[in-house]
């Protein structure tokens, strides 16, 4: 873990209002989700858990059949499909489209996958005004932020912190009551709805046999993005395709109880292309852009493939000792907790992000929760190997080339060579000596050891 | 170009060859509770007053109609064309405007109108869904737009849920470009997970069934 995030971590950890507020937020959600999973409110959870795993599995293990399927559902009914290898691509196909119909202004709503390649600035980079319009987005937008959590984004900020956001903002002073400043927020967005000329959303579940892009919500800023603007596009990781809509009424009985608590979202769109002909409103344009950005690497890993059978639930960090105490900004990239403690490395390679794979303590809560039973804790071990793997590696070479060096110079030096070889009883035969156990350890293991501690030491002075 | 490319390294990664063939997925789980017309409906009425919405029943069109004149009061209300509504005589109350089918007149009158009122195709017992197809006599944004919305629908109309809607329609594309699943009024609970209703879309939910 670099330097930088380190100082996050320990700048967290010191914050007595940042650890109530993640402490409590959090809390609530994971007592919710408790709450509506129990057996008596919903009995065949379990059952639920593993018929969404099964599917999971067999929409990944033949993604190639289930991607092509898709695209051909979607075009069957007037939309269009494009493949983005990475950021760029997305950016450069948004950006023709925007210059085609002459688009200047772009609603978004909430979308894991367009934080991953910082779409809005890419897209603002270029001349167009990008919107977040979740309410939670949004306050994070106007304050230059990243999401702190993934269903809750500004679950670190307090209605004082939102005040002083829309001050400096808005110009508007001192509004700290939530109801107004949601309001203030309303009305701002609204105006933004109306006028936009592009509405670009993620995608909870793409299904196969219908060319569907679900999108699951709360507030109604998706449905307004999805479907005032003249075009949609939906943005999202091809790992997202599931057969069949009929599997909905199993993710979609997971999801929201497991992310917030709820039986179902306020809203639930599923949606099939551009307007038909007769329907009153809705787009004119559909497209879909189907994101790679490193997810083929994860699918060629059959242990670890199960990384990417994730709903972007949320429940995992809520219940993390090690997430409630670090936050979400402590981790190095826009997943965070146990899932991003999986899913970062495996994007960026494990020699760039050692710390992560040890930035738990093992205690399984997260296997538990997830609705789609991926066990988190058994990539974190085999991730946890390949790190170890990578820095013998590194050690090996370093080590090899130190010798070559010293011998080069003994061997310049003939009288120290003859001293050498004698006093040690050299035989021209270098031998790697084993380290120790702890000398083994990288720095970066004793890291993410330290921030375990950290966060276990922190957890008994915390209400 | 990259789609060729992305699905050649999918291939690659999982060891299969273009066009190969894909075993049967395993079987999609539905299971459909016994539950009389009459638990649907109390349920629904109880799971949308537990969301905070108000779920009234009336036993017949005409009542149905002077209810939604009680509760819309001095407001201003677009209607869709959903037909169960001129039979209820909801679109021909004072300051209900309904019939239309241009898409920037009805945005408009969203816009402004206090109370967007609508029919629902299907409704969910267990959870208070509302099941709204896009279609001419259904319009997105009447649901959406306004600070309020009242949803009249048919007793007959309500399943117990999810598994029972997926099981009428397997595949809602078919015949509409937007299906959505309403479960109570538009809320956020971002900042300090304080719950605050009407965010976006309406923060006031009224379901009336009939029968």
Redesign the interface.
Known sequence: MSGEFDHTTHATLDDARLQL?IY??TG??KDARANVVAADALP?YQ??RS?AN??KQ??I?????Y??QFER?VES?GGHV????DAA?VADFVLSLAKTCGAGLIVKSKSMTTEEIDLNERLEHHGLESVE????EY?LQLAHERPYHIV????H???YD?ARILEQALQIPNETV??K??AI??RA??EK??AADIGISGANFL?A????VVVVE????A??ST??PKIHIAIAG?EKVI????????F??LLARSA?G???????????????K?????PDE?HVV?L?NGR??L??DAPKRQSLYCIRCGACLNTCPVYRKIGGHSYPWVYSGPIGAILTPQFMGVAKEPALPFASSLCGACAEVCPVKIDIPKVLLDLRQEVRASEAAQNHNRLERMAFRIFGWLVRHPRAYEMTAADSGFDGRWRQRPLDREGSRSAECRAGARLVESARSAAAVVP | ???D???D??????G?Q?G?A??L??P????IPEATRETRISSLLARVDALAGRGLRAPTREKAGEMVRMALGNRSAIASNAPILEECGITRLPGVRSG????EQ??ELC?SAEVGITSADYALA??G?LVML???RE???IS?LPPAHIAVIPGECILSG??E???IL?????I???????????????????L?R?????GEIMVLAIG
Request: aromatic share 4%.
């Open positions: 507020a409590t937020s609530r959600l065949d059952e639920l018929q099964a599917v067999h929409a293990d033949h993604l190639d059949y991607l092509e559902s009914h494009a493949y983005a290898s691509e319009t979740d309410f939670g306050i809750a984004p500004a679950l900020k307090t209605r939102v939530i109801e400043q949601a927020a309303r967005l609204r709805f109306l299904v046999d219908s060319g569907a709360n507030e109604g800023n449905r307004l479907s005032a091809i057969p069949r809509a009929q599997d909905l009424a199993t979609l009985k917030t709820q039986p179902l979202s306020v809203y639930t769109s599923i949606l099939s292309g551009p307007r038909r007769g329907e009153i409103d809705g559909f189907l790679d083929t690497k699918l060629a | 170009m990259s789609r490319e992305i699905l390294r999918v291939r690659t990664a999982l299969r273009a190969q894909v075993p997925p395993p999609a789980r539905i299971r239309i089918t241009d898409r009805l945005r816009a267990d959870t869904t896009s279609s001419p319009a997105r944004m959406l999810l598994d809607l997926f099981s397997p595949n809602s594309a078919e509409t470009s937007s299906m959505v699943l309403i479960t109570g009024p538009s809320r956020t609970a971002d900042i300090e997970q304080i605050v009407g965010v976006h879309g309406p």
